[in-house]
Structures are given as structure tokens and as C-alpha cells.
């Protein structure tokens, strides 16, 4: 009688295609010299703050772009270390890989202290929710998001700023502790820039821990939204997190309200180069146009058109 075991052995999804868009258009959308690395090993070690660009985060290269400058301006040299590599596991999460997931985690932070920061500076609200979770044993760094380093480098960077004159709606998330202290770094940074006048609302908060592709603000709910701010003769709706930003962008199209990460207006203001090419690219409002812009960027035959407009259907007009 056969005694022969047979193993079982799942089969995961590898998420490619997920990390792929990220990987293609992180390089397309950021400003020529900036750069961030992508292997703990090639980044500076010892600062007291990394800032770290998550997967999702590299469609809005400026935010972590316009926070290096500003650092600079008070001489700080602050690594930038991102893309799929750095994933913090939150897409495992959501499709019930929780063991992708961990690992995805666990080298994340594996990674960063490696470099021996003493704060890790995250972007993605769920990087800082999934890290505060899952921390690795004697982890000697603190996490925060950068909405507190902002804060934390107001006074020296207040000397610097030049007014700047618009009337802004302040849009906020207040699911978990982490969102109320963003949305109240967010107010302060706001009310630190000469010339911005927030208007008081009463339907600018948005749902969850942020806006997302996955879980987005419901239509109905983002129109709401951006009717108020347009009665109210807002410039700009102020957003706390790059999620947020790539959902919101397309509704100057239709309501001529421009949505601004909060980061955009303090390199305006500091005099910084902020370099939005995703909304650039998003108010031409043509998914082809887009795509051959993009694909004109490339080594010859390098993406085809098809493959192109899929990456930008999926990631700038979402």
C-alpha cells in the first residue's frame, strides 16, 4: 500500500500587473532629478528622518520631491526610499493574502532599519496604519506621516514662505486616530501659509481612512463636495494624502475647483519646484492623448499604445 504524501501548495497571485504601473509611471511623472532608491543598501544612513514613497505613492512623485526641498532649505539631506519593493503589504491585505501581506511588511521595515533613521516618514495612510500594526521586533525607529514632519519644521520654514491667495476647502478623513492627527497637522500647515483663507464647510470630509481606487468617495458624496466648494467660490480643494489627490483631480473638469495636495501649496510658497504631472496630465482629459505623451518619453518600442493607454486608464483616470 502507497504511503506517498501529496503536499498541497497554493497558488498566490505574484501582483505584477499591480506593482508594474507604479514601476512605469513613477519614472514618467517625476521631475527630472529627482530620485529615490529603491534597495535600503544604496540609501544614505543615519538621518534622523526617510521619507518613504510608498507603491501607490509613485504616481505623486512631487510629495516626497517638495518635502526633500524643503528639507534642504534647512539643510537636512533626507533619503527617498520607495517602489514596489517597500510595499508595506496593504494589497495582500485586501485580496486575503494576510501571509503575503506580513512578509511584504515585515522586509519593508526590515529594509528601513537597515539605514537607522530615527523617524520613518510615511505618505500612505495605510503605511502608517499596517506599520503601527505589524511592527518588526526592536524596530528603533519611530513612524509617523509626513504630515508631521511638516509640522514638526514649521517655524524654520515659516521665515521663508511668500503669501499665496486662495480660498480653500479643507478635506479631511477622521476614521481612525491617525486621520484626526493628519487633518489637524493639515489645518496648522495650512494656517502657517500667508494668504490662504480656509472656508468653513460642512460636507468636505471623506469616508475611510482615505480616498482610494479600491474604496473611493461615493459619487454622489464627491459631488456634494465640490458643489459646496464651487457655491462657496473656492480655488482649491486641500487634500491630506495622494489617494485622496488622484481621486479628486478630474473635478476641476466639471466644476472649475482645483484639487492641491497640501505639500503642492508649501513648495509654491517656499519658492520649490512642484511638479504635478499627474494632474497635467489628467485636466487633458484624453485617455490616448496621455498615453502617446507618455509613450514619447520611452525608448522606441518600448510599450505599445494598447498596453500604455491600460496602464493610464487604470492609474491617472481613476
Known amino acids: ?172 478623513h477622521s476614521f481612525t486616530e491617525f486621520a484626526r492627527q493628519d487633518a489637524s497637522n493639515l489645518k496648522i500647515i495650512l494656517e502657517a501659509i500667508p494668504g490662504i483663507v480656509i472656508l468653513d464647510t460642512k460636507l468636505s470630509e471623506g469616508p475611510g481612512l482615505h480616498c482610494q481606487t479600491t474604496k473611493p468617495m461615493p459619487p454622489e458624496d464627491q459631488l456634494a463636495m465640490f458643489k459646496e466648494a464651487k457655491r462657496l467660490k473656492a480655488d482649491a480643494l486641500v487634500v491630506p494624502y495622494h489617494s485622496c489627490y488622484r481621486q479628486h483631480c478630474k473635478m476641476q473638469l466639471s466644476h472649475g475647483v482645483e484639487t492641491v495636495h497640501y505639500v503642492a501649496l508649501l513648495g509654491e510658497s517656499l519658492g520649490l519646484k512642484v511638479h504635478e504631472e499627474f494632474k497635467l496630465l489628467r485636466m487633458l482629459n484624453d485617455v490616448d492623448v496621455v498615453a502617446e505623451r507618455l509613450i514619447a518619453r520611452l525608448p522606441e518600442n518600448k510599450i505599445s499604445h494598447d498596453d500604455m493607454r491600460a496602464i493610464v486608464t487604470r492609474s491617472i483616470f481613476c
Open 1 to 172: 500500500m502507497s504511503t506517498e504524501i501529496k503536499k498541497h501548495i497554493p497558488i498566490k497571485l505574484t501582483y505584477t500587473s499591480f506593482f508594474r504601473n507604479g514601476r512605469v509611471l513613477g519614472d514618467l511623472l517625476k521631475r527630472p532629478g529627482f530620485e529615490w532608491v529603491t534597495e535600503a543598501r544604496h540609501a544614505k544612513r543615519g538621518s534622523d528622518w526617510l521619507i518613504h514613497q510608498s507603491c501607490n505613492a509613485a504616481f505623486t512623485p512631487f510629495v516626497a520631491d517638495v518635502v526633500q526641498q524643503a528639507l534642504a532649505l534647512i539643510g537636512q539631506d533626507v533619503p527617498v526610499i520607495g517602489g514596489s519593493e517597500n510595499c508595506c503589504g496593504e494589497i495582500q491585505y485586501i485580496l486575503g493574502d494576510t501571509d503575503l501581506g506580513d512578509m511584504a511588511a515585515r522586509k519593508a521595515q526590515q529594509g528601513f532599519s537597515i539605514l537607522k533613521p530615527k523617524t520613518l516618514i510615511s505618505i500612505c495612510p495605510d503605511c502608517d496604519f499596517i506599520f503601527s500594526q505589524k511592527p518588526i521586533a526592536k524596530r528603533t525607529y519611530n513612524n509617523a506621516n509626513i504630515s508631521s514632519l511638516v509640522v514638526e519644521i514649521l517655524p524654520l520654514l515659516k521665515p521663508l514662505m511668500k503669501p499665496i491667495h486662495k480660498r480653500v476647502v479643507f478635506h479631511r
